[in-house]
């Protein structure tokens, strides 16, 4: 999985519901809204330094059930759509950028910061966790103060 797919992961929400989206997807839809910034990162059982996740300069917009993410080097970013099951548990996220597979995630939204956490080779994480040798990663957003 690139770094690009990995980014991307953290900005594509869209409800999982087939058809008319429930109460519970439509209000935590709602909390995606808005501009997020990448304030951590963990890959293989390693945390990403302050440094370097500065230097990647991740931004994720979330308007709807689409996303564009951009950084530092891709300053057209990348965009798609997501879905969301906030009533699983862990709570379920899907994203789609344009042209690229699906990416299978988990996440967790408190207040301002949304933590996610993908699987590789389509396969959903079960638990916030990396080991060494895995396609896991996490990401961490903080939302951007207006």
């Not at 370097?52 to 970013?77: A, C, M, W």
């Not at 997501?82 to 548990?89: G, Q, W």
């Not at 956490?117 to 990663?137: N, Y």
Request: charged share 30%; with cysteine; net charge positive.
């Amino acid at each position: 999985m690139s770094l690009s797919t990995i980014l991307i992961l953290t900005a594509t929400l869209v409800p999982i519901a087939a058809d008319e989206p429930s109460k519970e997807v439509k209000e935590e839809l709602e909390r995606f809204q808005g501009t997020w910034i990448l304030v951590g990162r963990e890959l293989g059982g390693k945390k990403t330094n302050e440094e370097e996740v500065k230097g990647l300069d991740g931004k994720l917009i979330q308007k709807g059930n689409h996303f564009t993410y951009t950084s530092r080097g891709d300053e057209v970013g990348r965009r798609g759509t997501f879905k969301i099951d906030p009533t699983a548990n862990p709570k379920k996220l899907e994203w789609t950028a344009t042209g690229e597979e699906k990416v299978l995630a988990i996440y967790k939204l408190e207040g301002d910061r949304l933590t996610i956490c993908a699987g590789g080779a389509g396969k959903r994480p079960r638990e916030f966790t990396t080991k060494p040798g895995d396609l896991q990663v996490i990401v961490v957003y903080q939302r951007q103060k207006k």
